[in-house]
């Protein structure tokens, strides 16, 4: 009886786990569309005046987009997720880059379908190299990552 009990432990931190990965990899994908774009080099401030608006009755008037940023934690769960998309080696998987894509178009929401024309796989085989890949990645970050730094991270104790 103790054995299935430790046995059940194990299975929820290894869901829990997962589910945290893929958690944290939404909140990537969904920061990473308020980053701010970097600007095109010796790109003089002066364009920064077109966004200025004007008095209505002026001819050159137009209202000022609302630009929304990402805030501080959003970019420091933004920057570990991209370690922990670099955590995908070799030595978790055959093709590092090809399962890096992979997690990262899961991560934006792509259908499986779509996801499997773009890689050119079945989305079935993709699907379940997927949640290969999130095992063994879970087991990689438990070893590697100090629990402090994780749930400093995740949590941001």
């Known amino acids: 009886m103790e054995f299935m009990n430790n046995l059940g432990v194990k299975l929820k931190e290894e869901i829990a786990n997962e589910i945290q990965i893929i958690h944290l ?3 990537a994908a969904f920061t990473e569309k308020f980053i701010s774009k970097p600007k095109p080099p ?3 401030s002066m364009y920064d005046l077109i966004t200025t608006s004007y008095s209505e009755d002026e001819i050159g008037y137009y209202k000022k987009e609302l630009k929304i940023r990402a805030t501080p ?3 420091t769960r933004w920057e570990f997720t991209i370690d922990v998309l670099l955590m995908i080696a070799p030595d978790i998987s055959k093709d590092p880059i090809f399962d890096r894509k992979l997690v990262w178009f899961r991560a934006n929401r792509f259908k499986w379908s779509k996801i499997s024309r773009l890689l050119g796989m079945h989305r079935t085989t993709l699907r379940l190299r997927y ?6 990645l879970s087991k990689k ?3 590697e990552i100090k629990f402090d730094k ?3 991270i995740l949590y941001l104790i």
């Open 25 to 27: 990899l939404d909140e």
């Open 42 to 44: 010796h790109a003089p």
């Open 73 to 75: 934690r959003q970019i």
């Open 131 to 136: 949640e290969k890949l999130l095992d063994q």
């Open 141 to 143: 970050i438990k070893k």
């Open 150 to 152: 994780l749930n400093r």
